[in-house]
């Protein structure tokens, strides 16, 4: 199939809602995509946690969470070598081809009865998301032209399918799992990533030619970068076969404090060098220089929101499994289905805020201040949990705490993470627009790697402390960045 020729026709196309008719084959991707990440993580702790009897693999709270957070860390670190092969090799069309595939195999050798098995399946999820996850983004952002007003409520509706997945996935997951078994539950990701693939060999040709090709460099310039990248990777490598090498760890016996501390460390060392990389290679010009320093505000603030958000499947999900009447007239639901109110409500609310964005106009908020707007939402989403987290002992809460707090996540999320999405297209120069979009998500792997930690420490805090440390943490950084957002926005050179 070849794809339509004229590029420039996008801006004219609004067969899609008002967008162009790619966005709905890049829509359906990320569902299909989001059902496979959202209907595992559902489970996955849970899955750990679960005794050996019952099917599970019978972990404690500590190696589960550490298991957790390096899993979710390196999902959205696999990102940037994602975007650096898409914009030097494979270009952003072919890498979304082939880590869709990866990820069908990926999800079912998670089910599979064989913790080796289980352990390379996480590694695949890790390599394939990398592959798709940065680059689906990248190609919606490229089906605009720079000066369309519609791109921020473009990546709205994209957000839509993403919590579209996101929502029905832990329902069917969840069920699943409970009726016949975790595995059987978690193999259901993979058979909706097999419709995914499917999906976006069908809607190939509506994409134009957004993202077909590499990033034309000078060849020297790509020599030495392809040499940086390979020098990289084998670097990762020796670093995982020295840390297993030092604890004398197996695949199957790991050490949660030694996973912990390796993850933390090298994602600080990985996030300062490629920081000090991006802004002393380059020939950037003093716009660009003005936007990156924009870019890592922005990073900072959207690594804090994460660390905050991304409890939801640990912290969260173990408060709605242990201390949430999980009942409906007397029939008991999943726990893991709450994870579903926050895709629900994206979905529900998403077009109200695409609706906002292009409605206020030249009135429209700052990306900045989108940002502030979405940490104190987070925020105040654990604050209101003090209440129910300082009952007693065995006595279990209405799920319309779970739901308020989702409620104010979703507020949140919707203020922070398209406009993220969107902010980092406009803002990065076009020649890494892959790498950068990676970065954008390195921000979530760090964040998750941090809500990880906190998860870790479940059973040591109240959980009245536990959640007003996180909830006053998330409100105070929001304020500072709302009083940062101006001279934030004079960095950005014109891009709101």
């Known amino acids: 199939m070849q794809p339509v020729p004229a590029q420039s026709a996008a801006e004219h196309d609004r067969s899609f809602f008002g967008h162009p008719r790619g966005l709905s084959t890049l829509f359906f991707t990320e569902f299909w995509e989001r059902w496979g990440y959202y209907g595992m993580r559902s489970l996955l702790i849970l899955f750990m946690r679960a005794p050996e009897q019952g099917g599970g693999l019978g972990f404690d709270q500590s190696k589960a969470s550490a298991i957790y957070g390096l899993y979710a860390a390196m999902v959205y670190m696999a990102s940037l070598p994602g975007g650096w092969v898409a914009d030097r090799i494979l270009g952003q069309r072919r890498s979304v081809l082939f880590g869709a595939i990866i990820l069908v195999s990926a999800y079912l050798m998670v089910a599979l009865p064989s913790m080796a098995a289980f352990y390379s399946g996480l590694v695949l999820v890790v390599i394939g998301t990398g592959l798709l996850k940065p680059n689906v983004s990248t190609i919606v952002g490229q089906l605009y032209q720079p000066e369309d007003k519609r791109r921020d409520a473009g990546f709205s509706i994209f957000y839509m399918g993403i919590n579209m997945g996101a929502f029905v996935a832990p329902l069917v997951c969840g069920l699943a799992a409970r009726e016949y078994g975790w595995r059987v539950g978690m193999s259901l990701a993979g058979v909706g990533m097999m419709a995914g693939v499917a999906q976006y060999l069908y809607g190939y040709r509506f994409l134009g030619n957004a993202g077909l090709h590499p990033v034309q460099v000078p060849p020297e310039v790509d020599a030495l970068q392809r040499k940086r990248f390979y020098m990289c990777i084998v670097a990762l490598v020796l670093l995982v076969a020295a840390v297993l090498g030092v604890d004398q760890l197996g695949l199957v016996n790991i050490s949660a404090q030694g996973l912990n501390n390796a993850a933390g460390g090298f994602l600080l060392l990985l996030t300062l060098a490629f920081f000090a990389w991006l802004f002393m290679s380059g020939d950037w010009s003093a716009i660009e220089r003005k936007r990156l320093v924009a870019i890592a505000v922005l990073f900072v603030a959207s690594t804090m929101f994460w660390s905050v958000f991304e409890q939801a499947g640990s912290t969260l999900n173990i408060f709605a499994s242990e201390k949430t009447a999980n009942q409906i007239f007397g029939w008991e639901y999943p726990p893991s289905w709450l994870q579903s109110l926050n895709g629900l409500f ?44 300082a009952t007693g002992v065995g006595v279990r809460v209405s799920p319309l705490w779970l739901t308020a707090t989702y409620v104010l996540h979703t507020f949140g999320e919707l203020c922070l993470s398209p406009v993220g999405l969107s902010a980092t297209t406009k803002l990065a120069p076009a020649r890494v627009a892959g790498l950068m979009m990676g970065l954008w998500f390195l921000s979530i792997s760090i964040g998750n790697y941090l809500g990880a930690r906190v998860s870790a420490v479940y059973e040591s805090f109240s959980l009245p402390s536990l959640f007003g440390v996180v909830g006053v943490f998330a409100v105070v950084m929001g304020l500072l960045l709302a009083v940062a957002a101006k001279p934030v926005n004079r960095l950005m050179g014109g891009v709101k």
Request: aromatic fraction near 16%.
């Open 346 to 389: 994206i979905w529900t609310m998403a077009p109200a805020f695409a609706w906002l964005w292009m409605r206020l106009g030249s009135r429209e908020p700052s990306s900045p201040a989108k940002f502030s707007w979405g940490l104190v939402c987070g925020g105040l989403g654990f604050l209101i949990l003090i209440i129910p987290a």
